[in-house]
T-cell receptor, first 112, second 113 residues
């Protein structure tokens, strides 16, 4: 069963704006990862945040993790047309033998 | 450096036919995975291989079999295809399970008529 749930399901923004999407999960986790999927392609790993970390940055990406609320957010700053994609969170937990469990994703459209 | 290569990219089958999806990785990863992706459902794990010589069921293994041929290759077989198996199939690999990023192929788009 899916552990993560992304919100919103879809997001449309203007180029240059920030995009924020959220992921909630149900059980205690070991790590949380974010992936991007461009249309017709495989998933590409963006960032991994461990359960003992609260925030992580990578270029224009900022990920936060709140284990007390069982939620994470992904912020993309100064969005570009090339950021148009679906974004997925994935969690792993000891209870699931550390296998990744993916959410259904947020589809982001960046308008020029 | 090709990463994860899946073949074929597209396939149409009739109900009851069999086929094998191939996956190979050139990153010397220990763990390999097969997922299916259906609209609105994210990725669901079919089978995985934590290391060469081992395979285990994932969330949706029914109707599938796998073979970890060697460290590089991990194949997925549909013995008797059903329309419910129409999906996009992704192979992935990682150094180890858990706290390692997974690297994905570009998928096989499979339609069962």
């Amino acid at each position: 069963s899916q552990q993560g749930e992304e919100d919103p399901q879809a997001l449309s923004i203007q180029e240059g704006e920030n995009a924020t999407m959220n992921c909630s999960y149900k059980t205690s986790i070991n790590n949380l990862q974010w992936y991007r999927q461009n249309s017709g392609r495989g998933l590409v790993h963006l960032i991994l945040i461990r359960s003992n970390e609260r925030e992580k940055h990578s270029g224009r990406l900022r990920v936060t993790l709140d284990t007390s609320k069982k939620s994470s957010s992904l912020l993309i700053t100064a969005s570009r047309a090339a950021d148009t994609a679906s974004y997925f969170c994935a969690t792993d937990a000891r209870s699931n033998d550390y296998k990744l469990s993916f959410g259904a994703g947020t589809t982001v459209t960046v308008r020029a | 450096n090709a990463g994860v290569t899946q073949t074929p990219k597209f396939q149409v089958l009739k109900t009851g036919q069999s086929m094998t999806l191939q996956c190979a990785q050139d990153m010397n990863h220990n763990s390999m995975y097969w997922y299916r992706q259906d609209p609105g459902m994210g990725l669901r794990l079919i089978y995985y291989s934590a290391s060469e010589g081992t395979t285990d069921k994932g969330e949706v293994p029914n109707g599938y079999n796998v073979s970890r041929l060697n460290k590089r290759e991990f194949s997925l077989r549909l013995e008797s295809a059903a329309p419910s198996q129409t999906s996009v199939y992704f192979c992935a690999s990682s150094d180890w399970a858990g706290d390692q990023p997974q690297h994905f192929g570009d998928g096989t788009r499979l339609s069962i008529l």
